[in-house]
C-alpha cells in the first residue's frame, strides 16, 4: 500500500455553497420542474442537527456554524418531538439525530417518521486513500539511479513545471518503495519518515503526450517517476466546478477530482432528475451527483 500525497494543485478543493433543493439552471435557459409531491422514504443516514430557535426545528445538512448556540439552517421539520439528549441555550434547543421521513421538495419540508438520537453512535472509520503508480513497477523495483537531482527542490521544480502543462491533469506521490511505508507509525512518526524524495515516486497525469512531458520533467528531476494519461485537464474541471453554482440552484458543494476525471456535487435531494439532466448537458459521468437524503 502506498500512502496519499496530494500535492497543491493536484486536487481541487471543496467548495461550501449553500444548501437547499437543487434544481439545474443555466444562462437563458428554465430552471428543470422542481419535484412534485412528498418523495418516498429518505433519511439522513448518519446524526445530523437538528435546532430550533423558535421559528420551528431545522434539519441542518449543510455546515453548522460552532458558536453558542450554533447556527444552522435547512429543510424544515414537520412532525417533530424532542427526545434523547439536546441542549438549549438563548432560547435555542438543538441535538443531533438520525432523521427518516419523507420530503416535500417545493415546500422544503421533511415529515419525520422516525428518529433516532445521535447520542453513542459510531461513526465508520474512514478509509485513508491510498494510490498507488499508474505505471507498472519496473524490472528489479522502484529505486532512484541518478541522484543528481532528487532534491526536496527539485522535487518542487518538477511539481511547479508539471503544472504549467496546458495538458496537465493532477499529480501524486507513491511512498510504497519508501520502507516506512512497511511499518505501523504514529502521525508524527509518519511526518518525520514521510516525503523523502529519494523513496517518492513522483506521479504526474497529462492529457496529451505523455513521452514529450516526461522528457521535460527529466531536465528537472532526476528521480523516481511515473507519466501517465489523464482523462481530463484539471483546469477544465476546475472551470466546471466554478459554473455549477450557476448550473445547479443550490448546490451544496462540490469538488473536481481530476484523477478520476470527475466533477462531484452534492445537493440535499435529488431524485435522479439532476443527475440526469447534468449527464444530458455535459456528457455521461463527467458530473457525479449524490443526494444528502438518501433513500430507505
Known amino acids: 500500500m502506498s500512502r ?5 494543485g ?16 443555466g444562462p437563458g435557459q428554465p430552471a428543470l420542474p422542481p419535484p412534485t409531491g412528498s418523495t418516498g422514504l429518505v433519511t439522513t443516514r ?11 426545528p431545522e434539519l441542518c445538512l449543510g455546515g453548522v456554524a460552532e458558536s453558542l448556540p450554533p447556527q444552522c439552517s435547512g429543510p424544515k421539520v414537520a412532525g417533530w418531538t424532542w427526545a434523547g439528549k439536546f441542549e438549549e441555550s438563548d432560547g435555542v434547543r438543538w441535538g443531533d439525530y438520525i432523521v427518516t421521513g419523507r420530503y416535500d421538495p417545493e415546500a422544503d419540508v421533511l415529515t419525520a417518521t422516525e428518529v433516532r438520537s445521535g447520542e453513542g453512535y459510531v461513526w465508520p472509520d474512514s478509509e485513508e486513500e491510498t494510490w ?18 532528487v532534491s526536496e527542490e527539485d522535487l518542487d521544480a518538477a511539481l511547479n513545471l508539471a503544472a504549467s502543462f ?12 519508501n520502507p516506512a511505508s512497511r511499518r505501523s507509525l504514529s502521525p508524527g512518526e509518519q511526518e518525520r519518515w514521510f516525503n523523502d524524495p529519494l523513496y517518492t515516486v513522483l506521479n504526474i497525469a497529462v492529457t496529451g503526450d505523455v513521452a514529450a512531458a516526461e522528457a521535460k520533467l527529466r ?6 517517476l511515473c507519466v ?29 477530482d481530476p484523477r478520476a476525471g470527475v466533477v462531484k456535487v ?6 435522479g432528475a439532476i443527475q440526469r439532466a447534468l449527464d444530458e448537458k455535459f456528457g455521461a459521468g463527467l458530473i457525479v451527483v449524490t443526494s444528502m437524503l438518501e433513500p430507505v
Open 266 to 271: 452534492q445537493v440535499l435531494y435529488d431524485d
Open 46 to 56: 448518519h446524526p445530523v442537527t437538528v435546532i430550533d430557535d423558535g421559528s420551528g
Open 4 to 8: 496519499l500525497l496530494t500535492f497543491a
Open 10 to 25: 493536484g486536487v481541487a478543493g471543496l467548495v461550501l455553497l449553500c444548501s437547499a433543493c437543487a434544481q439545474l439552471t
Open 228 to 256: 501517465s494519461r489523464g482523462q481530463r485537464t484539471e483546469a477544465e474541471l476546475m472551470a466546471l466546478q466554478e459554473r455549477l453554482p450557476s448550473e445547479v440552484e443550490g448546490l451544496a458543494n462540490s469538488s473536481a
Open 219 to 224: 531536465t528537472v528531476w532526476s528521480g523516481m
Open 166 to 177: 496546458p495538458d496537465y491533469s493532477t499529480a501524486w506521490a507513491d511512498q510504497s518503495p
Open 132 to 149: 498507488t503508480s499508474a505505471c507498472p513497477e519496473p524490472a528489479g523495483g522502484w529505486r532512484v539511479t541518478d541522484t543528481s537531482k
